[in-house]
């Protein structure tokens, strides 16, 4: 059953609302202000607000800025006296529904309601698909290791094959110092088959860790483990430049590790496309608190070819991609971007001096700040770029 919260600070108008409203077969709560609106918010989880916007104490653009940054899908539709309109309009720019003049029509204000409910499930689809699209990436991502883990993985089997074989043409092993060192290496080679697999497993299995305050050097270096064989094998020169000691983030570890490899993925092609795997290529991964303590950098800088000319603003577009016909699926950087989106945080690239370009995310330090929404942050990444 749909549940609305009606708030109002007129007692007649709130009991009124809810008698209709309940004929309707919503499930309605009443509030009386905007301060008690807030609180009965939070303890019921309404899936639709109406509220007036004139209150005293707090008013229905106060409760509506809080509710709104806490990030809810809740649709608010305000009511508003006469000569309420810039009042209105402003919550509209904060993210009301819509808006209502007083005395409230009744049929007026059901089918505002029908098509907040309707709002709500379009966008409930569109998660969906973004799933869809992350899992899709994935699994591209996840091919595009295999490779690199193929090469990961023989290299100690070699050795274990290697050692059984010395193992094999000695009678006496347990004797034999040398023996027992072999069968040590064995142990240690099985060890860090293991310590492949299990993170192979960690990266493509069921993630339900979710977000927790982490180190984001952590998914940085996770990242790029699962992708080091491939820079390798790609003749491509690799340098850390993490900074230590960074605030712990709000932040889904396996989520931000997808970034660093989809940036890694786009570094390693763009430097393979124009050293085409000879000496010269060079990928710098690093990491940086910003100055004013706002957000914490992470990025790929590479040396291979620059973002295309005239593709600049569809970079982050679903299924956009540079590439030849079946060398990229054009989703790591659109869900990337969304990854980024949902920890309120933001993405880019830019070019860089020395003929290099950085592609980076930037992660809120405070949980509750959305750097999305910053007007000042790009002004302010200009200056961290100059040290690089």
């Not at 799933?131 to 595009?144: D, F, H, T, W």
């Not at 050795?159 to 092993?173: G, Q, R, Y």
């Not at 889904?252 to 390693?268: E, H």
Request: charged share 25%; aromatic share 6%; net charge negative.
């Amino acid at each position: 059953m749909i549940k609305i919260l009606v708030v109002d600070d007129e007692q007649l108008l709130r009991d009124r609302l809810k008698g209709l409203l309940e004929l309707e077969d919503y499930e309605v709560c009443l509030a009386e202000s905007g301060l008690k609106g807030l609180e009965v918010f939070n303890e019921k989880k309404p899936d639709i607000i109406v509220s007036d916007i004139k209150m005293p104490g707090m008013d229905g653009i106060q409760m509506l800025e809080k509710i709104k940054a806490l990030g809810s899908d809740v649709e608010v539709i305000m009511l508003t006296g006469h000569g309420g309109i810039e009042t209105a309009i402003q919550a509209l720019k904060i993210g009301a529904f819509d808006y209502m003049n007083k005395p409230v029509n009744f049929d007026e204000l059901c089918v505002n309601i029908t098509r907040a409910i309707e709002a709500q499930k379009m966008r409930q689809q569109l998660k969906s698909q973004q799933s869809q699209l992350l899992q899709a990436a994935k699994l591209n991502a996840v091919g595009e290791l295999g490779a690199g883990v193929a090469h990961e993985m023989n290299q100690p089997l070699m050795a274990i094959a290697s050692h059984l074989e010395v193992l094999l043409m000695n009678d006496v092993i347990l004797q034999d110092a040398a023996l027992k060192t072999k069968i040590l290496k064995i142990k240690d080679q099985f060890a860090r088959l293991g310590t492949i697999v299990k993170r192979m497993h960690e990266y493509s299995g069921s993630r339900k860790e979710g977000f927790i305050q982490e180190d984001v050097n952590r998914p940085i270096t996770d990242g790029l483990y699962l992708m080091s064989q491939q820079l390798k094998d790609h003749n491509i020169e690799l340098t850390l430049e993490l900074e230590k000691d960074l605030p712990v983030v709000h932040i889904d570890r396996y989520q931000i590790q997808d970034v660093i490899i989809n940036f890694l993925v786009n570094a390693r092609d763009a430097v393979d496309e124009r050293h085409s795997q000879k000496e010269g290529g060079h990928i710098w991964l690093m990491s940086k608190k910003m100055k004013n303590g706002k957000g914490i950098i992470a990025g790929v800088i590479d040396n291979g070819i620059p973002v295309k000319s005239g593709s600049e603003d569809s970079i982050f577009n679903p299924f956009f991609t540079t590439k030849a016909p079946g060398k990229g699926t054009g989703l790591g950087l659109s869900v990337s971007y969304n990854i980024m989106k949902s920890h309120k945080g933001v993405i880019g690239f830019t070019a860089l001096k020395n003929d290099r370009k950085l592609f980076y995310c930037v992660l809120p330090i405070d949980k509750n700040t959305n750097l999305t929404i910053d007007p000042a942050l790009n002004e302010e990444l200009k200056s961290e770029w100059e040290t690089l």
